[in-house]
T-cell receptor, first 111, second 114 residues
């Protein structure tokens, strides 16, 4: 069964600190993986997308990594800001065109 | 540039009343369109998707229906709302080259059933 798991479920950090969010998946055959940021009460916004051949992709202070062998991805946030408080969702697509959403990690950045 | 509009932003409806949520996309042609529901603290659940006018696929059996009367218009409806229909409804679109995960989401409609 195609599944996407994310950890931790929620995370609280202080402003300026770094953090890493995890995504593990069983979706196969793998096509691509996308990280979204969803502010409270808003729609998700795409941060990065990675295909099988890509190991790392950055978008400003956000850096996503992908290990297709272990079927794991991480999203690293550097020098966190209050505006980083949001839910971060991992979405994995299969070559068959099915895609699976993870449950998300709720990040709270405190001053 | 492409934009997606969804309305209303919030809606409070009594049980048994009808529903119509509308979504329109601008700046692109023949997009794939999606309706999602997000329960509080839960992940997104795909409800319907459409690859063209009049073509609707339902992912889960439910009290809702969808229609696509125009290329860039996607409507979510219900004849009689249930308490369990409460949630956050998101419309999304992706390029129509093939069915793939949506790339752009609307800002959602918060639906509360009383």
């Amino acid at each position: 069964k195609n599944q996407v798991e994310q950890s931790p479920q929620s995370l609280i950090i202080l402003e300026g600190k770094n953090c890493t969010l995890q995504c593990n998946y069983t979706v196969s055959p793998f096509s691509n993986l996308r990280w979204y940021k969803q502010d409270t009460g808003r729609g998700p916004v795409s941060l990065t997308i990675m295909t099988f051949s890509e190991n790392t992709k950055s978008n400003g202070r956000y850096t996503a990594t992908l290990d297709a062998d272990t079927k794991q991805s991480s999203l690293h946030i550097t020098a966190s800001q209050l505006s980083d408080s949001a839910s971060y969702i991992c979405v994995v697509s299969a070559i068959s065109q099915n895609f699976v959403f993870g449950p998300g990690t709720r990040l709270s950045v405190l001053p | 540039s492409q934009t997606i509009h969804q309305w209303p932003a919030t809606l409070v409806q009594p049980v048994g009343s009808p529903l119509s949520l509308e979504c329109t996309v601008e700046g692109t042609s023949n997009p794939n369109l999606y309706w999602y529901r997000q329960a509080a603290g839960r992940g997104l659940q795909l409800l319907f998707y459409s690859v063209g006018i009049g073509q609707i696929s339902s992912e889960v059996p439910q009290n809702l229906s969808a229609s696509r009367p125009q290329d860039r218009q996607f409507i979510l409806s219900s004849k009689k709302l249930l308490l369990s229909d409460s949630g956050f409804y998101l419309c999304a679109w992706g390029p129509g080259t093939r069915f793939n995960q949506p790339q752009h989401f609307g800002d959602g409609t918060r639906l509360s059933i009383l």
